[in-house]
């Protein structure tokens, strides 16, 4: 196993330091990359990749393996959720990235051509953000290359899968969205909540890349037998029009019917000034939990069933 290290000379007055992980195969095979830490908040995600690479052994991987733990360095740094903190964009809304952009778009970029363009199979670990409660789901897109990306979906073995179409990419330049659409087989992983370390969702997180690697022969095993699925044809994200304290009503996983409530918005005063209903019947995959929420802010992710 090989640490190094990408060094971004364009940001920072030292440049920014990428550290990553290499493991060589003792076979020919294809090449699995995976990335965490695209939110530097989500400590589970990053937590299972340090923790697969640790136990690997280059005599049983066909191909290699490059494991980036922890791509945005600087919002690991400052506990930031969901964005850069030198520009405040959301990094995984940047892909493919500019070179010639803002510091989130410039860390996009390089992460996109030094890492994803050169991967066979593309995993995207995730979890739910420090004011986010999150049921556990896989995401793939729509693209040439979706049977391949449903297949590493399907073999991560959580019970909820979205599929992404590209007319309605609600997470549109993602790292997902951006290698489908250069035909790369890719998914985005999402196990663990509120920005903690906590170990089931390590563990879910472990048991998805082992049975994935070993569905594409990357590494030595039997798959487990495939794990009932159910695919889920985009979803909504729904929004606060104003400011307020929101108080949900439902928990994640939640399955719910067109016009169920699912919270309200008060004032400071706690008068309510609206109710969230559900615009149809879906599964609650996402939901901020902070009562906190600013104009526009989003409230939750709704899966269509």
């Known amino acids: 196993m090989n640490r190094r290290t990408l060094l971004i000379p364009e940001l920072g ?83 493919p990235g500019d070179l010639n952009g803002t510091f989130a778009e410039v860390l996009a970029h390089h ?38 990306s449903l297949d590493l979906a399907v073999s991560y073995g959580l019970r909820h899968v979205m599929r992404q179409s590209i007319a309605a990419r609600t997470v549109a330049g993602s790292t997902a969205s951006a290698s489908a659409d250069i035909g790369i087989p890719s998914i985005t992983a999402e196990s ?18 082992q049975n994935l690697a070993r569905t594409i022969e990357v590494l030595d095993g039997d798959p487990l037998p495939k794990r009932q699925v159910i695919v889920h044809e985009g979803w909504h994200w729904l929004r606060s029009e104003r400011a307020g304290w929101w108080q949900p009503t439902v928990s994640t996983g939640a399955s719910l019917k067109s ?37 526009d802010g989003l409230l939750l992710g709704l899966a269509k069933n």
Not at 120 to 144: C, K, N, W
Not at 196 to 205: A, K, Y
Not at 260 to 289: K, Y
């Open 111 to 148: 992460v996109f051509s030094s890492f994803i363009t050169h991967s066979d199979y593309l995993v995207d670990l995730h979890a739910g953000d420090i004011p986010e409660g999150l049921e556990p789901f896989t995401m793939f897109e729509e693209s040439r290359v979706e049977s391949a």
């Open 192 to 209: 663990g909540q509120n920005g903690l370390l906590d170990r089931i969702s390590i563990e879910t997180h472990l048991a998805g890349l």
């Open 259 to 295: 016009g169920d409530l699912l919270g309200t918005m008060s004032d400071v005063w706690g008068e309510v000034f609206a109710e969230v209903r559900a615009p149809e019947g879906g599964t609650l995959l996402f939901l901020t939990t902070s009562p906190a929420v600013s104009a």
């Open 13 to 95: 007055d030292d440049g920014l330091e990428i550290p990553y992980f290499e493991i060589e195969g003792k076979r020919d095979g294809p090449t699995l990359t995976l990335l965490a830490g695209v939110h530097g908040a989500e400590y589970a995600s990053i937590a299972a990749v340090r923790e697969f690479v640790r136990d690997l052994d280059p005599h049983k991987i066909s191909g290699r393996i490059i494991a980036v733990p922890l791509v945005n360095v600087p919002a690991f740094w400052a506990r930031s959720a969901f964005v850069v903190p030198a520009d405040g964009k959301n990094l995984n809304r940047c892909f």
